[in-house]
C-alpha cells in the first residue's frame, strides 16, 4: 500500500520560489509519481509527473514549464516540486499522487487514474 504525506506549502509573493516535498512509504517503484493542484471552484488539474523508473521521464502542463521541476530521491523516498517565478494563478491546494500502472505519465483528466493521493498542501502567491 502506497502512502504520500506532503509538506512545504505556504505564503509567498509574485516571483517568488518554494519546495514541495512528499514522503512516500510503499513500493513506489515503476509508479508514475504526480503532482496536481485545485484552486477554489476550480477543476483540479495536472502540474508534473514522473517516472519512478528508467531514465525517469518527465511531463509538466504547459502552465508550469520552465518554471515548475519535478524530481524525485528514492534514498530519501521523497518526490519534489521546485516552484520557480511563482504566479498568482498557482495558488492552489496542491496534491502528490501515485499511479501503479503504466511508462509514460500523461494523466487524465486531472489525476482520476492516480490511485493514490496525499492530503495536500496550500500555495498561495500574493500579487
Known amino acids: 500500500q502506497v502512502q504520500l504525506v506532503e509538506s512545504g506549502g505556504g505564503s509567498v509573493q509574485a516571483g517568488g520560489s518554494l519546495r514541495l516535498s512528499c514522503v512516500t512509504s510503499g513500493n513506489t517503484r515503476d509508479h508514475c509519481m504526480g503532482w496536481f493542484r485545485q484552486a477554489p471552484g476550480a477543476e483540479r488539474e495536472g502540474v508534473a509527473a514522473i517516472y519512478n523508473g528508467g531514465i525517469g521521464s518527465t511531463y509538466y502542463a504547459d502552465s508550469v514549464k520552465g518554471r515548475f521541476t519535478v524530481s524525485l530521491d528514492n534514498a530519501k523516498n521523497t518526490l519534489y516540486l521546485q516552484m520557480n517565478s511563482l504566479k498568482p494563478e498557482d495558488s492552489a491546494i496542491y496534491y502528490c499522487?501515485?499511479?501503479?500502472?503504466?511508462?509514460?505519465?500523461?494523466?487524465?483528466?486531472?489525476?482520476?487514474?492516480?490511485?493514490?493521493w496525499g492530503q495536500g498542501t496550500q500555495v498561495t502567491v500574493s500579487s
Open positions: 499522487a501515485a499511479r501503479a500502472w503504466g511508462t509514460l505519465c500523461i494523466w487524465d483528466e486531472g489525476g482520476k487514474d492516480f490511485g493514490y
